[in-house]
Protein backbone atom coordinates (compact mmCIF):
# COMPACT_ATOMS: atom_id res chain seq x y z
CA UNK A 1 0.00 0.00 0.00
CA UNK A 2 1.58 3.42 -0.81
CA UNK A 3 0.83 6.15 1.86
CA UNK A 4 0.03 9.52 0.81
CA UNK A 5 0.10 10.78 3.74
CA UNK A 6 3.47 13.11 2.88
CA UNK A 7 1.19 15.35 1.01
CA UNK A 8 -0.38 16.29 4.28
CA UNK A 9 2.30 16.07 6.63
CA UNK A 10 4.16 19.81 4.89
CA UNK A 11 6.45 21.75 8.24
CA UNK A 12 3.60 24.12 9.11
CA UNK A 13 5.62 27.13 7.63
CA UNK A 14 5.21 26.04 4.28
CA UNK A 15 1.93 25.20 4.78
CA UNK A 16 1.12 28.71 5.70
CA UNK A 17 2.81 30.36 3.32
CA UNK A 18 1.34 27.99 0.48
CA UNK A 19 -1.86 28.84 2.15
CA UNK A 20 -1.20 32.53 2.23
CA UNK A 21 0.20 32.58 -1.50
CA UNK A 22 -3.01 30.95 -2.95
CA UNK A 23 -5.09 33.76 -1.06
CA UNK A 24 -3.29 36.51 -2.16
CA UNK A 25 -3.70 35.00 -6.16
CA UNK A 26 -7.75 34.36 -5.43
CA UNK A 27 -7.83 37.82 -4.41
CA UNK A 28 -5.48 39.34 -7.33
CA UNK A 29 -7.55 37.17 -9.80
CA UNK A 30 -10.79 38.61 -8.34
CA UNK A 31 -9.36 42.01 -8.67
CA UNK A 32 -8.93 41.38 -12.24
CA UNK A 33 -12.36 39.92 -12.89
CA UNK A 34 -14.01 43.19 -11.07
CA UNK A 35 -11.27 45.41 -13.59
CA UNK A 36 -12.21 43.31 -16.44
CA UNK A 37 -16.10 44.20 -15.19
CA UNK A 38 -15.47 48.01 -14.99
CA UNK A 39 -13.99 48.15 -18.28
CA UNK A 40 -17.13 46.39 -19.93
CA UNK A 41 -19.26 48.71 -17.99
CA UNK A 42 -17.63 51.70 -19.85
CA UNK A 43 -17.44 50.12 -22.93
CA UNK A 44 -21.36 49.35 -22.96
CA UNK A 45 -21.88 52.59 -21.23
CA UNK A 46 -19.90 53.96 -25.08
CA UNK A 47 -21.93 51.60 -27.08
CA UNK A 48 -25.49 52.65 -25.72
CA UNK A 49 -24.38 56.62 -25.65
CA UNK A 50 -23.87 55.81 -29.26
CA UNK A 51 -27.46 54.33 -30.13
CA UNK A 52 -28.96 57.77 -28.24
CA UNK A 53 -30.64 59.93 -30.58
CA UNK A 54 -28.79 63.36 -30.26
CA UNK A 55 -32.14 65.17 -28.98
CA UNK A 56 -31.98 62.81 -26.09
CA UNK A 57 -28.19 63.04 -25.42
CA UNK A 58 -28.44 65.91 -23.15
CA UNK A 59 -31.03 64.12 -20.76
CA UNK A 60 -29.15 61.54 -20.79
CA UNK A 61 -25.91 62.98 -19.90
CA UNK A 62 -27.51 64.43 -16.86
CA UNK A 63 -29.30 61.26 -16.10
CA UNK A 64 -25.57 59.47 -16.05
CA UNK A 65 -24.30 62.82 -14.26
CA UNK A 66 -26.99 62.22 -11.68
CA UNK A 67 -26.04 58.56 -11.21
CA UNK A 68 -22.74 59.08 -10.58
CA UNK A 69 -23.46 61.45 -7.57
CA UNK A 70 -25.59 59.45 -6.25
CA UNK A 71 -23.26 56.25 -6.04
CA UNK A 72 -20.19 59.48 -4.39
CA UNK A 73 -22.68 59.97 -2.14
CA UNK A 74 -23.92 56.39 -0.74
CA UNK A 75 -20.08 55.57 -1.00
CA UNK A 76 -19.65 58.47 1.59
CA UNK A 77 -22.07 57.42 3.73
CA UNK A 78 -20.80 53.92 3.82
CA UNK A 79 -17.10 55.43 4.37
CA UNK A 80 -18.52 57.69 7.02
CA UNK A 81 -17.98 60.86 5.16
CA UNK A 82 -14.65 60.11 3.79
CA UNK A 83 -13.71 59.62 -0.10
CA UNK A 84 -13.02 56.36 -1.72
CA UNK A 85 -10.66 53.88 0.58
Request: glycine share 4%; proline share 0%; hydrophobic share 35%.
Given at each position: M?????L???P?Y???D??????????????QK?IG??V???R?Y??A???I?SE??Q?A???C?????????L?R????GQ???
Open positions: IDNQYYNYAIANSLRQAEEQRKNWEQKDMRAVDFNARDAYRQAGACAEIVAQIAERRNGQWQ
